[in-house]
């Protein structure tokens, strides 16, 4: 059992940043490959990014490509989403999400979901 909880959201304006962070228990996060996914008011959860479980490899959505950076730290059970030149559009309710073993950006195929926390970027 792995349980996620983020942290960091908040209200900025547009061209602002925020890190958000997700602190994950367990003794085996490093057997996780994390990511972070996103839903949006009347519109459905999408991925973000991802980070593989040994921390080599990340992915991101072509709409946050070149503005947010993901990381991790398996020492402190914990992974970051490093977000700049925020846009009114990233505006969403972001969700640290856990898989075993290889990372996907299939929302089914995530086994563990952190509870959310709220981003609002004002224009």
């Known amino acids: 059992q792995v349980q996620l909880v983020e942290s960091g959201g908040g209200l900025v304006q547009a061209g602002g940043s925020l890190r958000l962070s997700c602190a994950a228990s367990?003794?085996?996060?490093?057997?996780?490959?994390m990511g972070w996914f996103r839903q949006a008011p009347g519109k459905e959860r999408e991925f973000v990014s991802t980070?593989?479980?040994?921390?080599?490899?990340?992915t991101y959505a072509d709409s946050v490509k070149g503005r947010f950076t993901i990381s991790r730290d398996n020492a402190k059970n914990t992974v970051y989403l490093q977000m700049n030149s925020l846009k009114p559009e990233d505006t969403a309710v972001y969700y640290c999400?856990?898989?075993?073993?290889?990372?996907?950006?299939?929302?089914?195929?995530?086994?563990?979901w952190g509870q959310g926390t709220q981003v609002t970027v004002s224009s």
């Open positions: 367990g003794r085996t996060f490093s057997s996780y490959s």
């Open positions: 999400a856990a898989k075993l073993g290889p990372s996907s950006r299939t929302i089914t195929n995530i086994d563990y």
């Open positions: 980070i593989s479980w040994i921390g080599g490899t990340t």
